[in-house]
């Protein structure tokens, strides 16, 4: 049963237990990906990334993607290269280049100057979507209601009322300055971000009239995703990936 809230609280569950290197692939999807490594600078420092692309001619949306506070995990790279077989530029800046625990403004900072990179790029159509994973679905939350760059966000088991290593603001703090769309994506039985704190979240963004939707899978815990540094094959796994996709399909591609 899929489950999604357009701007109103009903929710409903769903039970089911320069460049370093290049790489072409071809994926399920029909696109040939090109994967290489780039360089972001930001803050007079500079952040090794990892680019994926469908190869060839045109313009496509783009995505740039937040790894967990375990850094960027095998699982990371493999989803990057996933998602571009969807048909998306995909850019994972390696946050963690400098410090375990950056302050938010490092973070917005490289965001900022990530997209802008972006935007470089002779592929890339203008519209920017972002993703996060753990502390990248913080990141998603707190940063897409501040950087008008990006047009649509999925935020996977953040954390809308932390104030980050810093304890600075919280992402529930910003919910009068979101107007892009955003997506949540989170499990029941997250014990880092109880689930509470999701809903809660959402009354206040239902309050506000601001556009979201939800996605919960009972039993779910923090970051079901990836499973000792790898991208999980399990059914819930693919099943919130497709979700992924297809909002950004509709919020980037139409």
Request: proline content about 6%.
């Amino acid at each position: 049963m899929k489950i999604l809230i357009f701007g109103s609280l009903i929710i409903a569950l769903v039970v089911i237990s320069g460049c370093v290197e290049t790489v072409d692939r071809d994926t399920d999807e029909g696109y040939q990906v090109s994967g290489t490594t780039v360089e972001i600078e930001s803050g007079n420092m500079t952040y090794p990334a990892y680019l994926a692309a469908p190869s060839g001619e045109g313009k496509n949306p783009a995505v740039v993607l937040l790894h967990s506070i375990n850094g960027f995990e095998p699982g990371y790279r493999n989803l990057t290269d996933k998602l571009a077989g969807e048909g998306y530029v995909v850019l994972s800046p390696q946050w963690q280049t400098f410090e375990q625990r950056p302050g938010d403004d490092t973070v917005e900072q490289l965001l900022r100057d990530s997209q802008a990179y972006l935007r470089t790029r002779p592929d890339v159509n203008g519209n920017i979507g972002l993703t996060g994973f753990c502390i990248g679905g913080r990141y998603t939350m707190l940063f897409l209601p501040q950087i008008d760059e990006f047009k649509s966000g999925v935020a996977w088991y953040g954390f809308p009322y932390s104030g980050g290593p810093a304890n600075q603001s919280m992402p529930a703090d910003m919910i009068e300055q979101l107007k892009a769309p955003l997506l949540m994506i989170h499990g029941t039985h997250d014990q880092a971000s109880p689930i509470a704190d999701i809903y809660r979240y959402a009354t206040a963004l239902n309050a506000s009239d601001r556009y979201f939707e939800l996605k919960v899978y009972q039993g779910q815990p923090h970051g079901f995703m990836i499973e000792n540094g790898e991208l999980s094959e399990s059914l819930v796994a693919r099943d919130a990936y497709r979700e992924m996709v297809a909002f950004f399909d509709r919020t980037l591609k139409e």
